[in-house]
């Protein structure tokens, strides 16, 4: 059963850069055409995409927010990664990463999330 | 950018049908997902590429798509589906390389 994994810090500063890692097991990030991909909620809101990424670097990125992310990924760790730039309070969410399939030239549905990590960007 | 409308809030009694749609410019030409969020819990999958359930899904849970609107149906409402509801597409349309799409969220209220 693939198993997703958020982890990082729970507060950060305003203006600062939050980074947090997803660690997958249960199957390997790079063993198939996968995406891998961040979505947040701010509390009491809707979803959010941030981006994707497959296990050859190629990305995706929500326009609203492609000037402040980047996302990577590590194959050896089963990794990918989230920094998210600039920060302030209206990104305080919680931090979902989740698994998605391509669709021809494009994305697809989600399949399998992770249980999302709270960020609050608070001084 | 491509904008999905969900209504924020269906009620229904136990054993109804709930009806939840989701809106958009000629969304009968996209593949529409659907996804179940309870509570303090990440979201579910339970209707994709319009109309399929993943395996685990109940038979209750359906989804149309047609025109401008896209339906999540879910048959013979019971109190465990009561939770919020987030269509979902991709969109390439616009001037760039692609975009996820979220509706804003319908609560569902079984009454």
């Known amino acids: 059963q693939l198993q997703l994994q958020e982890s990082g810090p729970g507060l950060v500063k305003p203006s600062e850069t939050l980074s947090l890692t997803c660690t997958v097991s249960g199957g390997s990030i790079s063993s198939s055409s996968y995406f891998w991909g961040w979505i947040r909620q701010p509390p009491g809101k809707g979803l959010e995409w941030i981006g994707s990424i497959h296990y050859s670097g190629s990305t995706y990125y929500n326009p609203s927010l492609k000037s402040r992310v980047t996302i990577s990924v590590d194959t050896s760790k089963n990794q990918f990664s989230l920094r998210l730039s600039s920060l302030t309070a209206a990104d305080t969410a919680v931090y979902y990463c989740a698994r998605q399939l391509p669709y021809g030239s494009g994305l697809y549905y989600f399949d399998y999330w992770g249980q999302g990590t709270l960020v609050t960007v608070s001084s | 950018s491509y904008v999905l409308t969900q209504p924020p809030s269906v009620s229904v009694a136990p054993g109804k049908t709930a009806r939840i749609t989701c809106g958009g410019n000629n969304i009968g030409s996209k593949s529409v997902h659907w996804y179940q969020q309870k509570p303090g819990q990440a979201p579910v999958l339970v209707v994709y590429?319009?109309?399929d359930r993943p395996s685990g899904i109940p038979e209750r849970f359906s989804g149309s798509n047609s025109g401008n609107t896209a339906t999540l149906t879910i048959s013979r409402v019971e109190a465990g589906d009561e939770a919020d509801y987030y269509c979902?597409?991709?969109?390439?349309?616009?001037?760039?390389?692609?975009?996820?799409?979220f509706g804003g969220g319908t609560k569902l209220t079984v009454l």
């Open positions: 590429d319009d109309s």
């Open positions: 979902q597409v991709w969109d390439s349309s616009s001037d760039h390389p692609g975009d996820v799409v």
